[in-house]
């Protein structure tokens, strides 16, 4: 008999893709825990609850979940409505986490602080592949395991506003003034930026929401001031195809942002790389270098740095991971979903296999699989964990059969007749397929009116 045999697999995070692993863990007889660092099931997705997607419910909803609930009376939503993130977790997640089925098997307030193998560190190989997992959590308790599913996310550590990867210098003393991605502008977070001039960095869809509620505040709010600022020469990606968007959520928002900008609502800066920040008698002085060695600076109350997410594999330090030296993700699933060649809805199909590291049992699913790929969505990683767990339980076929069935255009987030914050999650498609917008190319007919720092003097940029 196997030393791991009877042994749970403990899953990391009952967010979207840790209690769908849980559901197809519960379908496959399989015994499991699912530890959380929050007090409540999707306790990242609360924090963006303002927030409603791009994906129609029927992308949103993992098949094994969805069989649970439909047994115990669940009245399923509209299967191409857009919830928002807290309808998300009200409508789909809580309930699915308080089924009794799932229910026992949560531990909440459960921080993994790291993962080994029992009596085992990284060096060791004899005996490696049978030994148990051993996970210790943040208030010293230890558990076993026969395998580990790490669903943990990225929430936590976004990005820094550093052009080059690295903390802009004095970033870490400018925190007041700092906002992570996708505030509430227009609740719980308005008297942030009420008269107050905010800016906004980045190009995904994270970005362009946190605008448009930035926009509507400052036409209801006098002295509310807005300034976008993206490193690159062009906002094309973040305007997308406008009316020629498959999903057309997403082009909507695309055009009004372009409308707001193009107005002299918002105003937008290219080529803006942050070097460093100086909080500045109450405000925040952002220097920004350009390519030929010169500064300059603006001034400003508000930064919202909506500028991505990134793995933390620090927690898996004494296993043996296979990563890409570039994004952070499996080395096998990297060129799968590499940003620079795949939006949301062209990322092939992958499982198990792909998925799998050296450490043999330990599985990174869901957005942390994906490092700092910012093409991630749900329906993706309810496959990996479907794959995953039918591995576990040695049922290979079923694993290796992997299928996703996608809008070709990828599903990102997005607020269609709101003006709350999205998720930064399509990048650019391949060359000659355009930049996930419907149209060829990527490029829109119109000219676009850009406000280009290399030609601004300096100190005259935002100020006010």
Not at 9 to 14: F, L, S, T
Request: overall charge negative; charged content about 20%.
């Amino acid at each position: 008999m196997n030393t791991l045999d009877g042994l749970p697999v403990v899953v990391i995070g009952a967010g979207p893709t840790g209690l769908a692993a849980a559901a197809h863990l519960h379908e496959r007889g399989l015994p499991f825990t699912v530890l959380e660092a929050g007090d409540t099931p999707g306790a990242a997705v609360r924090q963006w609850g303002h927030v409603r997607v791009f994906s129609p419910w029927r992308y949103n909803v993992d098949p094994a979940a969805r069989r649970l609930l439909d047994e115990a009376g669940w009245v399923a939503p509209d299967p191409e409505a857009l919830p928002t993130g807290a309808e998300l977790v009200g409508d789909y997640l809580q309930p699915l986490a308080e089924l009794p089925q799932l229910k026992p098997h949560v531990r909440y307030g459960a921080r993994v602080e790291a993962i080994s193998r029992l009596g085992l560190d990284r060096l060791r190989t004899a005996g490696r592949d049978t030994a148990t997992f051993l996970l210790r959590l943040a208030d010293g308790d230890e558990l076993v395991a026969r395998a580990v599913i790490d669903a943990s996310g990225t929430w936590g550590t976004p990005n820094v506003l550093g052009a080059s990867g690295l903390p802009a210098r004095g970033e870490a003393e400018s925190v007041a003034h700092l906002e992570h991605a996708l505030p509430d502008v227009l609740g719980a977070d308005r008297d942030r930026f009420v008269g107050r001039h905010t800016l906004v960095v980045g190009a995904g869809h994270s970005a362009a929401n946190t605008l448009l509620s930035l926009a509507e505040l400052s036409a209801a709010e006098p002295g509310t001031e807005v300034t976008w600022a993206i490193r690159t020469a062009s906002p094309t990606r973040t305007y997308g195809g406008g009316a020629a968007d498959a999903l057309p959520a997403r082009g909507a928002l695309g055009s009004r942002l372009r409308a707001h900008v193009d107005a002299g609502r918002i105003r937008l800066l290219t080529g803006f790389s942050v070097h460093a920040l100086a909080p500045t008698d109450g405000r925040v002085s952002v220097v920004v270098r350009h390519a030929d060695g010169t500064d300059e600076s603006i001034t400003v109350d508000r930064i919202v740095a909506a500028t991505g997410f990134r793995p933390d594999h620090s927690i898996a330090a004494e296993l043996r991971l296979d990563l890409d030296p570039v994004l952070g993700a499996t080395r096998a699933i990297a060129p799968l979903i590499d940003p620079n060649e795949h939006s949301c809805g062209t990322v092939p199909p992958h499982g198990v296999d792909e998925l799998a590291h050296p450490e043999s049992g330990y599985y990174a699913v869901g957005m942390k699989s994906y490092g700092r790929a910012p093409t991630f969505l749900m329906a993706t990683g309810y496959e990996q964990v479907r794959s995953v767990v039918a591995a576990l339980a040695g049922d290979w076929t079923a694993a290796r059969e992997v299928q996703l069935d996608l809008p070709e255009t990828g599903v990102c987030n997005s607020n269609p007749a709101e003006s709350a914050s999205g998720d930064n999650c399509c990048g650019p498609e391949p060359t000659g397929r355009g930049l996930s917008t419907g149209i060829s190319g990527g490029l829109l007919s119109a000219p676009l009116s850009l406000v280009a720092l290399d030609a601004a003097p300096a100190g005259a940029c935002c100020t006010s």
